[in-house]
């Protein structure tokens, strides 16, 4: 009942691609898998029978409930231009993920949009909905192939929790130097339900413009943002974002974690409080860049329309802090090796559990921030 | 004859513009295990976080030798893979990186390491500690306790520790004192053929626990007397300080 469509075949350099943003078509420990190739689906695979994963086009046609009740509702159609390009699609691209009322899916679903043609745009619309007492685990690898250079990442993420449901959202970005980044999300949490996002840049876009509204609209809802960004030479990147406290009880975290070794780097967040909830703001970042062309700007915010609303942040930029750096040395690393340590455990590279890519990604700053200091 | 595995000559040091030590010397010999008493201030922790290499400490005149090697040009690291290591008596902590990572790192090389990591911890009474990050939110024995799993996770030749037994409780100081009888005479079967090192200590309660060849009393920037340890520290503890200084600065006229 579930069988997707379409099944198509990705080639070794597209698996090469997504298994730098962790995402790995073909392998048995998934619960389900999309791919979008450019403007296609290129991959689709679904095994477990409490999740439903189809192209966005597919679920459109199956269910007339998905226009009506979901389909731009957490994100509003003409919210700007980049929403408007997406609703304008005659053929949406994307993808649509249920998970069925009280299922606990153990094995995580996995996503991917990839770019392997250059120079376009690439819009996608994706729903996400968890139906009441379900828990997922997603994985959404973005990434361009690695001689593509240029090119726009348009996309519309919906994401619908419901009573007492958990999702997992684990994104990862890893883009040309030149590409352009356009993500729009919106997600709606009810009662007791928890949604948890780690988005981690690896290698960063020339622009980036991040800015997902969070709706925590039922009793005791929380959401858990952690957002890691590693930031180069020639890249701005925003990460912002809303976060409502719609009802009592309702709890937001948003954690940010930015390593610049150059480029701009903009760290955000606005906790909106309107029912006595709970929300912290912690923006920390490490500035390994010396020859002044790159920044940190770290605003965290917060707005109370409730004085029983508990909220609170926090903000601090520095360097790597040399006793720190000579503590490890002293126990026989060497300087480089100390910095990677360092900057790990810094972006909590073990809470996000992203092995080798991310190791490969902070090797190649320490590399470019170690000649930075010559 | 012993060689010296560690050798200080003639040794100044500057932190920031004033100088702390003043022409120290001193000679640890292969295999023995020597204690530094002395007032707050007089130079010790000075000494040692000199002899590590850390940066701060300005070697203005003299030299360190370690196996027979001018040390100067070498950096920490080069210094710890040469064989030294400290249980510093302030270790900064280290926001989010976890001691058993640091012991994953020390250990990379030895045989199963993660028993090994299990049992030292155990030793240690630091299970529950392995997931934190370094000397976050530890207490003072605590601290005592991550420094030293650490350096005898090392394994060095030469041990240097830093009031290893302040502010720590007795149960703790058995636990220490066995851990460090265990660096020292690795070889159960041959126990007199012993690693070297250093102790600094105020109260020399580490001292029972552990045979130790050599005293030294620090006095401004440098070593004032030297001798049989008990003798040392049985007379500061009776007369204090006081009369150890007056009868160094006597002795000097
Ligand atoms: N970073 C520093 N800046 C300024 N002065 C310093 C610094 N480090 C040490 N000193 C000074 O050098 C002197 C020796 O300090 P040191 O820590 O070596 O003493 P100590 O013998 O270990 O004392 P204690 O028994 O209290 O540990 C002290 O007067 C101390 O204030
Ligand atoms: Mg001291």
């Known amino acids: ?374 | 004859m012993k060689t010296n595995i560690l050798e200080v000559r003639d040794l100044c040091v500057a932190v920031g513009d004033k100088q702390i030590l003043n022409h120290l010397n001193l000679e640890i010999p292969d295999g023995e295990v020597h204690a530094l008493f002395g007032q707050n201030g007089s130079g010790k922790t000075t000494l040692m976080m000199t002899i590590m290499g850390f940066s701060g400490y300005d070697v203005t005149n003299g030299q360190i030798l370690f196996k027979g090697r001018n040390i100067a040009e070498l950096d920490v690291s080069e210094r710890a893979r040469l064989g030294m290591s400290i249980a510093q008596q302030r270790p900064p902590t280290v926001f989010g990186v976890k001691l058993r990572t640091i012991l994953d790192y020390i250990l990379r090389d030895t045989e199963n390491p993660q028993e090994r990591m299990t049992e030292l911890a155990a030793s240690a009474k630091m299970e529950d500690f392995l997931s934190r990050s370094i000397n976050e939110g530890l207490s003072g024995g605590e601290i005592k306790r991550a420094e030293l799993l650490q350096l005898i996770a090392m394994r060095p030749d030469f041990a240097m520790m830093d009031e290893p037994d302040s502010g720590i409780d007795i149960e703790a100081l058995n636990v220490i004192g066995g851990l460090i009888n265990q660096l020292f005479s690795p070889d159960e079967t041959h126990p007199v053929k012993r690693k070297t090192g250093l102790i600094i200590t105020h109260n020399g309660n580490i001292l029972r626990q552990l045979h130790i060849d050599k005293g030294h009393v620090m006095h401004n920037g440098s070593i004032g007397c030297s001798g049989n340890p008990d003798i040392i520290l049985d007379k500061v503890s009776r007369v204090g300080y006081e009369e150890c200084v007056h009868c160094i600065e006597t002795r000097c006229e």
């Open chain 1, 1 to 374: 009942m579930n069988k997707p469509s379409i099944v198509k075949q990705l080639d070794e350099k597209d698996m090469r691609s997504l298994a730098g943003v962790g995402v790995m078509p073909g392998k048995d420990n998934y619960a389900a898998t999309l791919v979008v190739r450019d403007q296609e689906t290129a991959y689709v695979r679904s095994d477990h029978r409490d999740v439903e994963l189809l192209p966005i086009a597919e679920a459109f046609k199956r269910y007339d409930w998905l226009k009506t009740e979901y389909s731009f509702k957490a994100v509003p159609a003409g919210y700007d231009e980049i929403t408007r390009q997406c609703a304008a699609m005659e053929r949406p691209i994307g993808y649509f993920i249920r998970v069925y009322k009280g299922a606990h899916v153990t094995l995580p679903c996995q996503t991917a949009l990839y770019m392997a043609t250059g120079g376009m745009d690439q819009a996608v619309h994706n729903i996400v909905i968890l139906e009441e007492e379900s828990e997922l685990e997603l994985i959404t690898g973005c990434v361009s192939e690695r001689r593509v250079a240029t090119g726009r990442h348009l996309s519309v993420d919906e994401y619908y929790v419901g009573k007492n449901a958990g999702l997992t959202s684990t994104m990862v970005h890893s883009w040309g130097k030149q590409m352009q980044v356009f993500p729009r999300g919106g997600v709606i949490v009810e009662e007791n339900g928890r949604y948890e996002s780690n988005y981690i840049s690896l290698s960063a876009a020339q622009l980036v413009k991040s800015d997902p509204q969070t709706y925590l609209n039922g009793k005791g809802a929380s959401a858990q943002h952690l957002t890691v960004i590693l930031g180069t030479p020639g890249s701005e990147i925003h990460t912002d974002g809303n976060v409502f406290l719609n009802a009592e009880d309702t709890n937001a975290e948003l954690l940010h974690r930015g390593v610049c070794i150059g480029g701009k780097m903009y760290q955000g967040g606005l906790i909106i409080a309107k029912a006595p909830g709970r929300g912290h703001v912690d923006c920390a970042g490490m500035l390994l860049e010396t020859k002044g062309d790159g920044f940190i700007q770290s605003v965290p915010g917060l707005q109370s329309h409730h004085p029983d609303a508990r909220l609170s942040h926090e903000a601090s930029i520095g360097k790597i802090v040399p006793e720190q750096l000579e503590y490890l040395m002293s126990r026989g690393m060497e300087e480089m090796e100390a910095v990677s340590m360092l900057i790990r455990g810094f972006l909590g590279a073990d809470v996000i559990g992203l092995g080798d890519e991310l190791d490969a990604q902070i090797a190649e700053i320490v590399e470019i921030a170690g000649h930075g200091e010559e």
